[in-house]
């Protein structure tokens, strides 16, 4: 009876210590309200489709887009706005979808600064891709694409993990915890129903992940 009693009480030790040692996302809400939400001609000329914090009902493709006229808009918005996020991330997006990467920089950064999700997303992309001929540079794009990730970013809950995996983030100081990743792909189930393509790369994450976690620690 003892030795089951001393059995008992060491598994619920090790099992204790394992939900202990598992990291919870510190999930974090960003609050639109603390800026001007009124749809402007900028937001109607560059605002995407995918930002969920967008203020228009449908965003707009590059194809779609008038990149001079909405270049100007966003100008003349930010001169009566220049602290709205918002509006920093779409004079960003029409600048650098008109090559003018360089330009486009100081306004994403100073709206990924303000915690804006999707300008946390798309800098951090654009340091890991190099796309638009934006410098390289993983470990700054690891920290962006984490932190939107907590600020519960679609594309980075899934972006994150998957960067993880595929080595992108190697040597970086931001948190690799697999428990932590399994939670950001649950959330990213939660948030929106998966296309079928979503579904096969959270089902691949998911594996991965689970993997990664058995393996001992080194």
């Known amino acids: 009876m003892k030795a089951f009693l001393w059995i008992s009480?060491?598994?619920l030790a090790c099992s204790l210590t394992a939900q202990a040692q598992s990291k919870t996302p510190a999930w974090q809400q960003?609050?639109?309200?603390?800026?001007?939400?009124?749809?402007t001609k900028c937001?109607?000329?560059?605002?995407?489709?995918?930002?969920?914090n967008t203020v228009i009902r449908e965003g707009l493709e590059r194809p779609q887009m008038?990149?001079?006229?909405?270049i100007k808009a966003c100008q003349d918005e930010l001169k009566r706005d220049p602290n709205n996020p918002r509006i920093q991330y779409?004079?960003?997006?029409?600048?650098?979808y008109s090559g003018q990467v360089a330009e486009a920089l100081p306004y994403i950064e100073k709206s990924a600064a303000a915690n804006y999700p999707q300008s946390l997303f798309v800098t951090g992309y654009l340091y890991l891709s190099g796309a638009y001929k934006a410098a390289k540079n993983p470990c700054r794009a690891a920290e962006l694409i984490y932190k939107s990730a907590l600020f519960q970013r679609r594309a980075g809950l899934l972006g994150y993990p998957a960067?993880?995996?595929a080595g992108d983030f190697k040597g970086c100081p931001t948190s690799q915890d697999p428990d932590e990743m399994l939670q950001f792909?649950?959330?990213?189930?939660?948030?929106?129903?998966?296309?079928?393509y979503e579904e096969l790369l959270i089902a691949s994450l998911n594996r991965e992940l689970a993997s990664l976690k058995s393996k001992p620690a080194k």
Not at 30 to 39: G, I, K, L
Not at 43 to 52: F, K, Q, R, T, V
Not at 66 to 70: I, K, R, S, T, Y
Not at 185 to 196: C, G, L, M, T, W
């Open 90 to 96: 779409l004079l960003a997006r029409v600048l650098t």
């Open 185 to 196: 792909v649950a959330r990213a189930q939660e948030i929106a129903k998966p296309s079928y």
């Open 163 to 165: 960067g993880v995996l």
């Open 9 to 11: 009480l060491v598994a």
């Open 30 to 39: 960003f609050d639109p309200s603390q800026y001007a939400e009124n749809v």
């Open 43 to 52: 937001d109607e000329l560059a605002g995407h489709p995918d930002d969920p």
């Open 66 to 70: 008038d990149l001079p006229a909405g």
